[in-house]
């Protein structure tokens, strides 16, 4: 079964592709309280998620991914709102929608989806059939919203992004899905980036693109990079890294990373073979304009070592290698 993905469409017309950056930080930057919902503000906040989108847009961005990260009903029951599932995902298509549709080049809605925050059997009780369900649940509003691809994200389990992947290709629609390799250089539950190819693999629709978002820093999410690219040169791979370094400055965290760091973050992404290159937790529009012009401007260049990644980006924080290299890290519940 094939469906149709404008995502494919604008890949093939301009080659490389600028996704957007934080939801959750910059959503922080404009009142949100932390243990809040972003996903209510949907409703409750709408002028300022069709803000940051059309920020997102103004600044470049060629992918605006809908503000329902935690938008299944194992999410949202923790805030009372498991009973909305539908609609708190389809008005977050509209919203992004509505941004995209106005502007004056080609955007693509990706409908975000990440990850329930329960374990699966057998380390924990829910089921790979529940978890299909609740995918499905989501998906089915984020369609009905209006969205072009669903962007499975921040992925730490092959059964999960399995479930993922599963349910949207029952709703008819294309998928990506990105891990976090934020633990020792793999995922908190063992995914190695040069295996992220393969996770979907024996579904009857494969992912349009596989990739890495969120993580540590800047470097090592290039490292990881590195490693996809060299398991698969052919596959289209999303880059969607943090920017710079995260680090607590008394109790709130501050990212390290400055524009031109994430201008030179884009161009090494390219160089390492990127096709879709975005920003995660930090990454204000700010930092996507500078991307913008980098992306625009850079002719792809020779594949980055990750000795010349650290030395043009910064220090590695994983603690163990992945394939290429590599020396910590605090874990982040939510994308951006």
């Not at 976090?180 to 349009?208: C, N, W, Y």
């Not at 884009?266 to 304009?289: V, W, Y």
């Not at 401007?297 to 290698?321: D, F």
Request: proline share 4%.
């Amino acid at each position: 079964m094939s469906v149709s993905n404008p995502l494919a469409d604008l890949l093939a017309e301009k080659g490389v592709l600028l996704a957007d950056g934080a939801t959750g930080t910059n959503l922080f930057a404009m009142g949100l309280e932390s243990g809040d919902a972003p996903e209510l503000w949907n409703e409750s906040a709408q002028h300022k998620i069709t803000k940051l989108h059309q920020d997102f847009v103004d600044a470049g961005s060629d992918i605006i991914l809908t503000n329902s990260f935690g938008g299944t009903r194992n999410r949202l029951k923790l805030h009372h709102a498991q009973d909305r599932v539908h609609e708190l995902n389809k008005k977050a298509g509209e919203i992004a929608r509505a941004v995209a549709d106005k502007a004056p080049r080609k955007v693509i809605v990706a409908g975000s989806v990440g990850p329930t925050g329960d374990l699966l059997v057998p380390l924990g009780a829910l089921t790979y059939d529940e978890a299909i369900s609740s995918f499905v649940e989501q998906i089915e509003g984020l369609k009905a919203g209006g969205v072009d691809v669903i962007w499975i994200e921040t992925m730490s389990a092959v059964d999960e992004i399995r479930a993922a992947a599963e349910a949207a290709t029952r709703i008819g629609m294309p998928y990506t899905y990105t891990g976090s390799f934020d633990t020792a250089g793999k995922t908190m539950m063992g995914l190695h980036p040069r295996d992220i190819h393969g996770v979907t693999k024996d579904l009857e629709q494969g992912p349009f693109a596989v990739g890495a978002n969120c993580g540590v820093g800047a470097s090592d999410i290039l490292s990881s990079l590195l490693d996809m690219t060299t398991a698969d040169p052919e596959a289209i791979v999303i880059v969607k890294g943090n920017c710079g370094i995260p680090e607590f400055r008394g109790t709130e965290i501050h990212y390290s990373g400055t524009p031109p760091l994430m201008a030179d973050y884009a161009r090494l992404a390219m160089d390492s073979g990127a096709k879709i290159i975005g920003g995660c937790c930090g990454t204000s529009c700010e930092h996507l304009a500078a991307m913008r012009q980098a992306i625009d401007s850079h002719s792809k260049a020779s594949r980055p070592t990750v000795e010349e990644i650290v030395e043009r980006i910064g220090p590695m924080r994983n603690t163990v290698a992945t394939d290429n290299a590599a020396p910590k890290r605090e874990r982040r519940g939510r994308r951006g």
